[in-house]
């Protein structure tokens, strides 16, 4: 199975601030990653497909890079709104073991 | 627009059975493969279950193979989960979630709210 490792698992940042979270694959997956953001009492929804591919509706301050083992997502002007964990997750291999930990972003 | 909405969660003895709902609207249901992912309190996402568009393959995580069963039925549009000798680590918020192919890529849009699933004497 492939093993998703996110990092850090968690970060604090200021309204306006560029923030980065890294997911690293345990093997070449292409560009066969997603990402999803989980706000605090909510359903997961998807941000990014296909590694960089914004999904209809989610605002263009968010982006997704990377292919290979090591993938990025970035928000380029942190909003209140964003608040909320994200998550990786790997459509190469099998969907066992296919999400990352999650990473929490909170606001100072 | 495609919804999908849970149901049947609850508190069950360890032991146990349960069986989970998820209602589809908004989208051709046959056409798609569905997903169960479970939450357990203040962890993080895990994939549980897949079904392909006929009901005909499924697959599941070691965790729950052998006693969990996923199934479908195209004509209600309702994909099920039926849980089995429900353990306390089974307790979770369970989603369902479709599947969304594209050019060999794919991924989880949209999800239910989910139903909470709580195993305990």
């Known amino acids: 199975d492939i093993q998703m490792t996110q990092s850090p698992s968690s970060l604090s940042a200021s309204v306006g601030d560029r923030v980065t979270i890294t997911c690293r694959a345990s093997q070449r997956i292409s560009n066969y990653l997603n990402w999803y953001q989980q706000q605090p009492g909510k359903a997961p929804k998807l941000l990014i497909y296909a590694a960089s591919s914004l999904h209809s509706g989610v605002p263009s301050r968010f982006s997704g890079s990377g292919s290979g083992t090591d993938f990025t997502l970035t928000i380029s002007s942190l909003q209140p709104e964003d608040s909320a964990t994200y998550y990786c997750?790997?459509?190469?291999?099998?969907?066992?073991?296919?999400f990352g930990q999650g990473t929490k972003v909170e606001i100072k | 627009e495609a919804q999908l909405v849970e149901s049947g969660g609850g508190l069950v003895q360890p032991g146990g059975s349960l069986r989970l709902s998820c209602g589809a609207s908004g989208f051709t249901f046959t056409n798609y493969w569905m997903h169960w992912v479970r939450q357990a309190p203040g962890k993080g996402l895990v994939w549980v279950s897949r079904i392909n568009g006929d009901g005909s393959s499924t697959r599941y995580a070691d965790s729950v193979k052998g006693r969990f069963t996923i199934s479908r039925d195209n004509a209600k549009n309702t994909v099920y989960l039926q849980m089995n000798s429900l353990r306390a680590e089974d307790t979770a918020i369970y989603y369902c979630?479709?599947?969304?192919?594209?050019?060999?890529?794919?991924?989880?849009?949209?999800w239910g709210q989910g139903t909470l699933v709580t195993v305990s004497s």
């Open positions: 997750q790997q459509s190469h291999g099998t969907p066992q073991d296919s």
């Open positions: 979630t479709r599947a969304e192919y594209q050019e060999l890529h794919d991924w989880f849009d949209p």
